[in-house]
């Protein structure tokens, strides 16, 4: 009796437990939490200023035109936009490397008849260029040029030779440029660079020639209302969580925002700031093409062209890329203010920016005059007569804008110069002191 008790209670258990699992279990599969929803991290999207197309940072600073008795030339942002737009229809073919071209030859490249030569800052690669003026479908080089001198006398095919120089390494590749409209050619680039300002050569033994206006050259005195773009807006841009950056002032004229990966250094004084990502640090050399495309498309991304800057310098060594800031058509210069955005890269992605955070906002009228400033010949002649100065040193003479600032009345002033640059250092010319006096660029 006892046992079939045991037995029995022993069934009626199992039972249970049975039940028990089963309700469990459906307990377990129809059972919903009462979470609360998480929000996904919101996403930063910050265009503090402008975007840019690769053809409006990549321009010539100067065109020389070479006629059959004389030379014409201009710096005029509208007439070189004109070129450029006209040349993007073209077609560059049969790109072939040519013996390499001492300063003399690359002289007399330029100086033959019915040509034009434009100048560019930075070496140029040809991959990069291809997003400009389009070449036929063909394995380009690396290799960089910051001269294209093109012989405007069309062969039967309409067709024009084209020349693509280093004055850095004397790299000479030669091409044909096809797919021209011919009329429009002629109208309005020749006949309009007819009309340009006369320019000369003006040689030097066994250097590059320097050419240059040979009359007078007025130019525009500006005075802008001192604007800035707040840095936090830079912040924002930059760090991967804005919410965690912590803030804090150093001394009276810096503040520093920095997160457990990234640091960004703002010089209240000079209107700038120095952001970087220490652990991007660049291991080997980059790829010139590649450092212009990703530089491209990280200042795009958060619309840092707040003013003009043009392309001028690409260094593959320390994946460097860096924008001069210009106005109408020439280099701004100073000593109390950056003028340049320089962005060094690094294991696949920034490790520096540093750069302005003003911007040349709104002009002021009544303080707009003009400046007469000397021929190109007579100041390479100052330049000659100047003691302790060596000609053959210097890479350019240009005119330029020299920036200075007013705190007091919150206003910058750009006044035209004559400049000489020499190992991408800029020096301006003054009447009191024609040998200048140099300031160093990055």
Same mark, same amino acid.
Not at 138 to 156: A, C, H, K, M
Not at 326 to 344: E, F, H, Q, R
């Given at each position: 009796?006892?046992?079939?008790?045991?037995?029995?209670?022993?069934?009626?258990?199992?039972?249970?437990?049975?039940?028990?699992?089963?309700?469990?279990?459906?307990?377990?599969?129809?059972?919903?939490?009462?979470? #609360?929803?998480?929000?996904?991290?919101?996403?930063?999207?910050? *265009?503090?200023?402008?975007?840019?197309?690769?053809?409006?940072?990549?321009?010539?600073?100067?065109?020389?035109?070479?006629?059959?008795?004389?030379?014409?030339?201009?710096?005029?942002?509208?007439?070189?936009?004109?070129? &450029?737009?006209?040349?993007?229809?073209?077609?560059?073919?049969?790109?072939?490397?040519?013996?390499?071209?001492?300063?003399?030859?690359?002289?007399?490249?330029?100086?033959?008849?019915?040509?034009?030569?434009?100048?560019?800052?930075?070496?140029?690669?040809?991959?990069?260029?291809?997003?400009?003026?389009?070449?036929?479908?063909?394995?380009?080089?690396?290799?960089?040029?910051?001269?294209?001198?093109?012989?405007?006398?069309?062969?039967?095919?309409?067709?024009?030779?084209?020349?693509?120089?280093?004055?850095?390494?004397?790299?000479?590749?030669?091409?044909?440029?096809?797919?021209?409209?011919?009329?429009?050619?002629?109208?309005?680039?020749?006949? *309009?660079?007819?009309?340009?300002?006369?320019?000369?050569?003006?040689?030097?033994?066994?250097?590059?020639?320097?050419?240059?206006?040979?009359?007078?050259?007025?130019?525009?005195?500006?005075?802008?209302?001192?604007?800035?773009?707040?840095?936090?807006?830079?912040?924002?841009?930059?760090?991967?969580?804005?919410?965690?950056?912590?803030?804090?002032?150093?001394?009276?004229?810096?503040?520093?925002?920095?997160?457990?990966?990234?640091? &960004?250094?703002?010089?209240?004084?000079?209107?700038?700031?120095?952001?970087?990502?220490?652990?991007?640090?660049?291991?080997?050399?980059?790829?010139?093409? #590649?450092?212009?495309?990703?530089? &491209?498309?990280?200042?795009?991304?958060?619309?840092?062209?707040?003013?003009?800057?043009?392309?001028?310098?690409?260094?593959?060594?320390?994946?460097?890329?860096?924008?001069?800031?210009?106005?109408?058509?020439?280099?701004?210069?100073?000593?109390?203010?950056?003028?340049?955005?320089?962005?060094?890269?690094?294991?696949?992605?920034?490790?520096?920016?540093?750069?302005?955070?003003?911007?040349?906002?709104?002009?002021?009228?009544?303080?707009?005059?003009?400046?007469?400033?000397?021929?190109?010949?007579?100041?390479?002649?100052?330049? *000659?007569?100047?003691?302790?100065?060596?000609?053959?040193?210097?890479?350019?003479?240009?005119?330029?804008?020299?920036?200075?600032?007013?705190?007091?009345?919150?206003?910058?002033?750009?006044?035209?110069?004559?400049?000489?640059?020499?190992?991408? *250092?800029?020096?301006?010319?003054?009447?009191?002191?024609?040998?200048?006096?140099?300031?160093?660029?990055?």
């Amino acid at each position: 009796m006892g046992m079939k008790y045991i037995e029995h209670a022993k069934n009626v258990l199992l039972v249970v437990l049975v039940l028990l699992s089963i309700l469990l279990t459906f307990t377990i599969w129809t059972y919903t939490p009462n979470y #609360k929803t998480i929000q996904p991290a919101p996403t930063v999207d910050i *265009s503090i200023s402008s975007k840019a197309k690769l053809d409006d940072v990549i321009q010539p600073y100067k065109v020389i035109y070479r006629f059959n008795d004389h030379f014409t030339g201009t710096t005029s942002p509208f007439d070189v936009e004109r070129l &450029m737009s006209i040349m993007q229809s073209w077609e560059i073919r049969d790109l072939r490397q040519e013996p390499q071209l001492t300063n003399d030859a690359m002289n007399e490249v330029s100086k033959a008849p019915n040509r034009f030569t434009m100048f560019f800052q930075a070496d140029l690669p040809f991959l990069s260029f291809d997003d400009i003026v389009p070449f036929a479908p063909s394995q380009l080089p690396e290799t960089g040029f910051n001269r294209i001198v093109v012989d405007w006398n069309r062969s039967t095919s309409g067709e024009m030779n084209i020349r693509f120089i280093s004055s850095e390494t004397g790299l000479n590749y030669s091409a044909k440029a096809s797919k021209i409209d011919g009329q429009e050619f002629d109208q309005r680039v020749i006949a *309009s660079a007819v009309e340009f300002a006369k320019y000369t050569e003006i040689p030097r033994s066994e250097s590059l020639s320097f050419f240059l206006p040979i009359n007078n050259v007025e130019a525009i005195n500006y005075t802008y209302i001192l604007k800035e773009v707040n840095p936090q807006k830079f912040r924002d841009a930059l760090f991967n969580d804005p919410n965690l950056v912590r803030r804090s002032s150093v001394g009276l004229y810096n503040d520093e925002y920095s997160d457990d990966s990234a640091l &960004m250094n703002v010089d209240l004084l000079e209107r700038s700031f120095n952001y970087g990502y220490p652990s991007a640090e660049p291991m080997q050399p980059g790829v010139p093409s #590649k450092l212009i495309e990703d530089s &491209m498309d990280f200042m795009n991304e958060h619309g840092g062209w707040t003013d003009d800057f043009r392309l001028v310098h690409v260094q593959a060594s320390n994946q460097l890329v860096e924008y001069q800031l210009y106005l109408l058509g020439y280099p701004v210069y100073s000593d109390m203010m950056p003028t340049k955005i320089s962005t060094y890269w690094g294991n696949g992605r920034l490790y520096r920016y540093v750069r302005p955070y003003y911007q040349l906002d709104v002009s002021v009228p009544s303080a707009t005059d003009i400046t007469s400033l000397p021929s190109g010949t007579e100041t390479v002649k100052k330049l *000659s007569a100047t003691k302790d100065l060596d000609l053959s040193a210097i890479d350019e003479v240009q005119i330029g804008y020299y920036l200075t600032r007013d705190d007091e009345n919150r206003i910058l002033t750009l006044q035209p110069s004559w400049f000489t640059i020499t190992n991408g *250092s800029w020096t301006r010319l003054t009447h009191e002191n024609p040998g200048g006096a140099t300031f160093g660029l990055e």
